[in-house]
């Protein structure tokens, strides 16, 4: 069974950092592309930044590039996402997510963690 565990989430104030871990079991984690997604309150759960199986590539979207990090460690079977510079906007819940290598979709899914930036 394959389980995707968030953790790192919090309230922070604004220009503030966290850093997201995600932990993943019950995958082969090194063939896996893995994901960060976020949704807002009343919006749809957008994109933030991916990394692809090997760590050789990275993705963001535009409203976090410069910002945020995405990194990964195989041996740890986790994902890290640095997030810097934090603002209201980034307030959301944060989902990984993980795809297999050659995939278009990412089929596993995280719970979640929550992450407030207040002013």
């Known amino acids: 069974q394959v389980q995707l565990v968030e953790s790192g989430g919090g309230l922070v104030q604004v220009g503030g950092s966290l850093r997201l871990s995600c932990a993943a079991s019950?995958?082969?984690?090194?063939?896996?592309?893995m994901g960060w997604f976020r949704q807002a309150p009343g919006k749809e759960r957008v994109f933030v930044s991916a990394?692809?199986?090997?760590?050789?590539?990275?993705y963001y979207a535009d409203s976090v590039k410069g910002r945020f990090t995405i990194s990964r460690d195989n041996g740890k079977n986790t994902v890290y996402l640095q997030m810097n510079s934090l603002n209201r906007e980034d307030t959301a819940v944060y989902y990984c997510?993980?795809?297999?290598?050659?995939?278009?979709?990412?089929?596993?899914w995280g719970q979640g963690t929550q992450v407030t930036v207040s002013s």
């Open positions: 019950g995958l082969t984690f090194s063939m896996n592309d």
């Open positions: 990394i692809n199986w090997s760590g050789g590539s990275t």
């Open positions: 997510a993980a795809r297999l290598r050659g995939l278009v979709e990412f089929g596993y």
